[in-house]
Protein backbone atom coordinates (compact mmCIF):
# COMPACT_ATOMS: atom_id res chain seq x y z
CA UNK A 1 0.00 0.00 0.00
CA UNK A 2 1.17 3.92 -0.84
CA UNK A 3 0.83 6.73 1.59
CA UNK A 4 2.47 9.93 1.89
CA UNK A 5 4.57 11.38 5.30
CA UNK A 6 2.81 13.59 7.14
CA UNK A 7 5.98 13.62 9.85
CA UNK A 8 9.33 11.88 10.89
CA UNK A 9 11.74 12.12 13.71
CA UNK A 10 14.85 11.15 13.12
CA UNK A 11 15.87 10.45 16.46
CA UNK A 12 13.21 7.62 17.08
CA UNK A 13 12.87 6.94 13.75
CA UNK A 14 8.91 6.58 13.65
CA UNK A 15 6.62 9.38 12.10
CA UNK A 16 2.57 9.56 10.83
CA UNK A 17 1.50 8.66 7.04
CA UNK A 18 -1.43 9.94 5.25
CA UNK A 19 -3.09 6.67 2.72
CA UNK A 20 -4.71 7.75 -0.24
CA UNK A 21 -7.82 7.95 1.51
CA UNK A 22 -6.99 10.13 4.15
CA UNK A 23 -6.26 7.99 6.64
CA UNK A 24 -3.68 8.74 9.24
CA UNK A 25 -1.20 6.37 10.69
CA UNK A 26 1.86 6.14 12.68
CA UNK A 27 4.71 3.64 11.96
CA UNK A 28 7.37 2.80 14.73
CA UNK A 29 11.51 2.77 14.29
CA UNK A 30 11.65 -0.65 14.07
CA UNK A 31 9.10 -0.94 11.00
CA UNK A 32 11.30 2.22 9.59
CA UNK A 33 14.44 0.24 10.80
CA UNK A 34 12.94 -2.90 8.45
CA UNK A 35 13.74 -0.96 5.34
CA UNK A 36 16.71 0.40 3.89
CA UNK A 37 15.95 4.36 3.77
CA UNK A 38 17.92 6.67 6.40
CA UNK A 39 15.64 9.40 6.38
CA UNK A 40 12.19 10.58 5.07
CA UNK A 41 10.86 14.19 4.67
CA UNK A 42 7.04 15.31 4.43
CA UNK A 43 5.30 15.33 1.57
CA UNK A 44 7.43 12.09 0.22
CA UNK A 45 5.51 9.04 -1.16
CA UNK A 46 6.27 5.83 0.44
CA UNK A 47 5.12 1.95 0.07
CA UNK A 48 3.81 0.34 3.62
CA UNK A 49 3.48 -3.56 4.42
CA UNK A 50 1.09 -3.87 7.29
CA UNK A 51 0.36 -6.79 9.26
CA UNK A 52 -1.89 -6.94 12.36
CA UNK A 53 -3.20 -3.56 12.00
CA UNK A 54 0.52 -2.16 12.78
CA UNK A 55 3.26 -0.94 9.79
CA UNK A 56 5.97 -3.02 9.97
CA UNK A 57 7.92 -1.63 6.55
CA UNK A 58 8.45 1.43 5.54
CA UNK A 59 10.26 2.15 1.75
CA UNK A 60 10.01 4.53 -0.88
CA UNK A 61 7.06 4.06 -3.41
CA UNK A 62 9.32 3.14 -6.15
CA UNK A 63 11.28 0.20 -4.25
CA UNK A 64 10.03 -3.49 -4.24
CA UNK A 65 8.67 -4.53 -0.66
CA UNK A 66 9.32 -7.97 0.59
Known sequence: MQATVQSFDPATRSGWVFLDDGTRIPFDGEAFDAGPLRHL????????????????YVTLSTFPTP
Do not use: F, W
Not at 41 to 53: F, H
Open 41 to 56: RPGQRVALVMANGRVT
